[in-house]
């Protein structure tokens, strides 16, 4: 079966860094991606890795084990603008994209 | 580039009435997913499309939930009967190309069924 599992909720202070985890089981595997989506809006594309290893993009960054079936995203120099909820989405080889049920984080000043 | 367009943003309609959502892909793409938002199960896949073909549809729910993409520029879900556990946001979302590196969400559509 699927299963994607993250921490429902974390906090953070501004300016300082958050580690956000996902671990997966799944029937597939064709890549994992990072999503941020902000209360009442959709979810924006945020990194993408179907390889090993990390992927770093500006302030946030994502690493992958295949292995180990975890990933997880790194946000450095957090600020207000970054509250929002983080979904962590597996592709199977069948092209279905399996979302997890997020990481609302808040971050307070 | 005009992004995923849905319709309606929001509706509310009694129990019982029959609810089609709708959604126009990014021109080009190829995959078209449909996938439904609440608090307690967070974003579930519904049905996907590629090339206006229904891949896998092992999502809806039940027979009240069908979903048609006549064209490459159009699908619909609809809910008929509708319950007042199907209120939830319903996002459709499209992607260019298989292995692609992302796929795009519409603004959603936000359903309450009273």
């Known amino acids: 079966g699927q299963n994607i599992d993250q921490p429902t909720e974390m906090t953070a202070t501004e300016g300082a860094i958050v580690q956000i985890n996902c671990t997966y089981q799944?029937?597939?595997?064709?890549?994992l991606f990072w999503y941020q989506q902000h209360a009442g809006e959709a979810p924006t594309f945020l990194s993408y890795n179907v390889l090993d290893g990390l992927e770093e993009k500006g302030r946030f960054s994502s690493f992958l084990s295949r292995s180990k079936g975890y990933s997880y995203l790194l946000l450095k120099e957090l600020q207000m603008k970054d509250s929002a909820s983080y979904l962590c989405?597996?592709?199977?080889?069948?092209?279905?994209?399996?979302f997890g049920t997020g990481t609302r984080l808040q971050v307070f000043p | 580039d005009a992004g995923v367009i849905q319709s309606p943003r929001h509706e509310v309609t009694e129990m019982g009435q029959e609810v089609t959502l709708r959604c126009k892909p990014i021109?080009?793409?190829?995959?078209l997913f449909w996938y439904r938002q609440t608090m307690m199960r967070g974003l579930e896949l519904l049905i996907y499309?590629?090339?206006?073909?229904?891949?896998?549809d092992s999502g809806m729910p039940e027979d009240r939930f069908s979903a048609k993409m006549p064209n490459a520029s159009f699908s619909t879900l609809k809910i008929q009967p509708s319950e007042p556990r199907d209120s939830a946001v319903y996002f459709c979302?499209?992607?260019?190309?298989?292995?692609?590196?992302?796929?795009?969400f519409g603004e959603g559509s936000w359903l309450t069924v009273v």
């Open positions: 021109s080009g793409h190829d995959y």
């Open positions: 989405a597996v592709r199977e080889h069948t092209d279905k994209l399996i």
């Open positions: 979302a499209s992607s260019p190309t298989r292995n692609g590196n992302t796929i795009y």
């Open positions: 799944t029937s597939g595997f064709n890549g």
């Open positions: 499309f590629n090339n206006n073909v229904p891949i896998d």
